[in-house]
């Protein structure tokens, strides 16, 4: 039996994995298709990483590790707490080490900000994937952003403007 094929009929499994913070209708598929792959023996869980696209890339990016990790995560005047999501953070929920990420669009962005930001979690990862990644930033939106706060970290995004991620060093 594959172990996805319960996840899009079962939501409390789907917000476990952080499912539930991302655009079903958008990354649900793929989702799937991603949980049933393995590697030789190793069967490989897949987690998805929701956030506020209206937020700083930076910030964001201190938040990712931060929730990767479980532990406090601080750069450049910056500074980020655990969100609980995942108790003691997501690497140690998953009872893994290590990690590879798979982005897409503003998603390559956040993690690269992650890691340009946080030695530690350059150690756990061990690989990166972008999808369609943005590398000068994105269009200027025609008209005023709404507040922060109001989609619920639904990364369905639309045009905004998107710094881009400043190159480490």
Known sequence: TNP???FSTNHAARVARGWGGVRWASYGVILELMEGWSFGTNQ????????????????????????????????GGR????????EGGLLSHAATDKCVLITHSMGGLVSRAALMQSAALREKVVGVMHGVQ????????????????????????????????????
Do not use: C, F, H, K
Request: charge should be negative; avoid cysteine; charged fraction near 10%.
């Open 4 to 6: 996805s094929s319960s």
């Open 134 to 169: 943005p590398a000068t930033g994105g269009t200027t939106p025609p008209v005023p952003q709404p507040p922060a706060g109001g989609n619920g970290g639904d990364i369905n995004g639309g045009d905004t403007a998107i710094p881009p991620v400043p190159p480490s060093g």
């Open 79 to 86: 500074s980020a707490e655990p969100s609980g999501r995942w």
């Open 44 to 75: 490989t869980p897949v987690y998805a990483y929701g956030y506020d696209w209206r937020q700083p890339v930076l910030q964001l990016g201190l938040q990712m590790a931060a929730d990767l990790l479980g532990t406090s995560q601080s750069s």
